[in-house]
């Protein structure tokens, strides 16, 4: 399979522990991104990378957060002293650059699921 | 700022029936559309984009959007509902965060097709 990956796919932690995602993304693309998904939502802009810049963060991604895509290949999202309010799936998604108005597609991995309890 | 509307949180069909899915947005510069389809603990995958040529857009498993740029609409139709087709829908359209493209997502359709 050649798509998107991430691991672990279901996470169930104590309030206060400190969590990891990894997302590899579709070899070759050098865009990654980070979306949270709650409950009856749709998907929430996280985080861009290119390559291994972390380029862009939105608002959601508190100090807790923080995110590394090392080698410009597979990323890691970690989220430390976690909260209640931070179980959602979080999903992983890969490009290649755009260009020019209408951009390639972007392409969704099938999440990783948090529970804080 | 960029944004979209689903304007039904559910939609039930029946087996072989027509399927609409209304979505607007709602846009300061010409727009990049999509449709995607989420199945129950699947990630999503992408129906459909619009992204400035033909306004009627043709996609997977029979599904098909129009880009109505009066109506700022960008409905999702399929002629015929298979009981595959039962998931969340979303409407998505670009928007640019700083300097990276990115996806802003309607709340999504739940669509049920019964028997």
New interface residues.
Partial sequence: DTGVSQDPRHKITKRGQNVTFRCDPISEHNRLYWYRQTLGQGPEFLTYFQNEAQLEKSRLLSDRFSAERPKGSFSTLEIQRTEQGDSAMYLCASSFPDRAASGNTIYFGEGSWLTVV | AQSVTQLDSHVSVSEGTPVLLRCNYSSSY?P?LFW?VQHP??????LL?Y??AATLVKGINGFEAEFKKSETSFHLTKPSAHMSDAAEY?C?V?SF????????????TQLTVLP
């Fill in positions: 010409s990049s995607y603990n699947k990630g999503l995958q992408l984009k992204t400035s979303f998505v670009t965060f700083g300097s990276a493209r990115q996806l802003t997502f309607g709340s999504g």
